[in-house]
């Protein structure tokens, strides 16, 4: 069993779509990051997030941290193709911990 | 800074094999972290040392696997004899103070193919 929880596991959309991947857990988080993995390389940091209700942007990229610190979403709107990647969450619990991902797909 | 090398980037060996895989981490950082990634079970750390130490290496799926960080700035990774399921990607990352804010800096991964 995962400590995070990813869903969903695979997405494929069309360019121009929005959407939004989750990132759950029943443990309490310090901080919480998200990460980008295109093929081929390791997953780059996209954010951090550190306080319950936490609201961050980056360009179309929208992080929102849960109240209680367990949970976390990332929504892209108007996706394009070069969103294509895993998206990986990690979530400080001593050290990083992270889901097994979200695998995105975006078709021109 | 060049980042997080790793090598080799791939790595091709017979069953049976030594193999080590290397890594450089950022310098500065004190914190290294070897994961290894395959579809089925995603990113699993295996170790991870602090100034140089080993903190947890209950990652570290049996005997086969050793890793040692001599100095700040090198890491190895040993799997002695290799085994067809030790394929998967490794990456080693590294971080400073734990990389809870700041994150983990990653390698652009060795793909290990054990046959």
């Known amino acids: 069993t995962q400590l995070l929880e990813q869903s969903p596991q695979f997405l494929s959309i069309q360019e121009g779509e929005n959407l939004t991947v989750y990132c759950n857990s029943s443990?309490?988080?310090?901080?919480l990051q998200w990460y980008r993995q295109e093929p081929g390389e390791g997953p780059v940091l996209l954010v951090t997030?550190?306080?319950?209700?936490e609201v961050k942007k980056l360009k179309r990229l929208t992080f929102q941290f849960g109240d209680a610190r367990k949970d976390s979403s990332l929504h892209i709107t108007a996706a394009q193709p070069g969103d294509t990647g895993l998206y990986l969450c990690?979530?400080?619990?001593?050290?990083?911990?992270f889901g097994a991902g979200t695998r995105l797909t975006v078709k021109p | 800074d060049a980042g997080v090398i790793q090598s080799p980037r791939h790595e091709v060996t017979e069953m049976g094999q030594e193999v080590t895989l290397r890594c450089k981490p950022i310098?500065?950082?004190?914190?290294l972290f070897w994961y290894r990634q395959t579809m089925m079970r995603g990113l699993e750390l295996l170790i991870y040392?602090?100034?140089?130490?080993?903190?947890?290496d209950s990652g570290m799926p049996e005997d086969r696997f050793s890793a040692k960080m001599p100095n700040a700035s090198f890491s190895t990774l040993k799997i002695q004899p290799s085994e067809p399921r030790d394929s998967a990607v490794y990456f080693c990352?590294?971080?400073?103070?734990?990389?809870?804010?700041?994150?983990?800096?990653f390698g652009s991964g060795t793909r290990l193919t054990v046959v």
């Open positions: 990352a590294s971080s400073q103070d734990g990389g809870l804010v700041a994150g983990y800096t």
């Open positions: 443990s309490v988080f310090s901080s």
């Open positions: 997030v550190v306080t319950g209700g």
């Open positions: 990690a979530g400080a619990l001593g050290i990083m911990r």
């Open positions: 310098s500065g950082h004190n914190s």
């Open positions: 040392f602090n100034n140089n130490v080993p903190i947890d």
